[in-house]
């Protein structure tokens, strides 16, 4: 048996598992060591076994060529590094056996969807994704000194996720001073750079409470009386972060309100602005999904469409196409993509060489839009709330999914994943990365090749849609 060095980090691991491939050790042979502790104990040599096991591993690591170098997959390395943060004790081991075979026996393991080691690594990967969703979500920053405005906030996720997750705080509050603090690890960001360092407990962060009682007025003005289910808040705001999040104090006296106030919003029709949060289910599966978006009404869309229309296609896409929204057929049908636009969409992913059914194709709004002009029901393009309300759904698809490549088809899905300066006459076709996936591509939506009135344009459009499948077929 080979005992690893201690290993805590996606770092530590890597080093530790290049050192065990390069001296050839089976993964049956190697014991990980995660404790620090016992190591220190174990490389005292007590036990004359131990002892003998630390001499066979120096004289192993002496004979260790240096140079010997090999190469994974890039998809490889990014699985590693979230399924590092998993809080599954035998990560490290399933990663090495995974990276052995993939060195040893088959570097394209990965593409193997079936496989046990991949299926497990995958499904990891989903729940850290998951838990970086939430901690995004529910951290909450509170003053903690004037000079300099320095904030803080403390957080309790399921995984190891810090490092994940601080680098999007980072950019969202590029110019504040903060630190955002965890069990396991914190994160301070001084308006330029980015430091670790230990986990803390709730109890030793200081609570000046300024900001929280600006959250609470923003709380108190955005609670929504007429939507309240107690069930549903403990889903999308469990428990267990309720100590963490100032509003929560607020909940009892805003829910024996809610009675008055549901009134007078009726009568005033009064609303408040909201997402599709407040619907989402509590098991984050496509099925589950599919399902709760039938009851959502998170904006004014759902009233005359006929019914929501969530994505469709193979769970384990590699590739996900985005569109706008279902349009007259695909609203009466309760399916993406089967009106003419789904037709163009199809030939060009079978020139493609593409099989829908290796795909899963959704849209960025899920209720169709549009203006009855007698017996036609003509299509209106989603503004910024209608599909701010309902980005929840796509990005629920997205960690679900975890696709290889995103192909956003048309001005809507670009601008709301690459952001709004995003345009597809600057910038077709070229490999972007986003939060949601590393290789995001924009390209034309068929719906406007089919409304192209230039025929040689219209042709150009076809052939260079055909042309950015091809490529993201060929990334994924
Ligand atoms: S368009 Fe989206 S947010 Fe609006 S009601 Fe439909 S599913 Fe909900």
New binding site residues.
Partial sequence: MIRSNCVETFEQWRTEARRLIAMKARPSDVHWQTDPDQLSLFEEGTSGSDSRQVSDRKTNEQSVPANRTFTVPQDFLKLAENVACHRESGRWALLYRTLWRIVNEQRELLKITTDDDVYQLTQMQKAVTRDVHKMKAFVRFRKVADDPETFVAWHRPDHRIMRLAAPFFARRFKGMRWSIFTPDESACWDQTSLQYGRGVSASEVDSDDSLEELWKTYYASIFNPARVKVAMMKREMPVRHWATLPEAGLIPKLLEQAPARVEKMIETHEGFGQ??MH?MPSEMDLSSLAEA?RQ???????QD?TQ?VFGEGNPSAQVVLIGE?PGDQEDVQGKPFVGPAGQLLNECLSQAGIDRKDVYVTNT???FKFIQRGKRRLHQK?NSR?IY??RP?LEAELSVLLPKVIVCLGATPSQALLGRDFRITRSRGKLLQTEWCERTLATWHPAAVLRMPDESRRSQMQEQLIGDLQLAVSES
């Fill in positions: 997402t599709a619907f978006v959502c009404s998170a904006c004014d869309l759902c469409a929501a929204q709004v899920k209720h989603p209608e309300a309902c759904w």
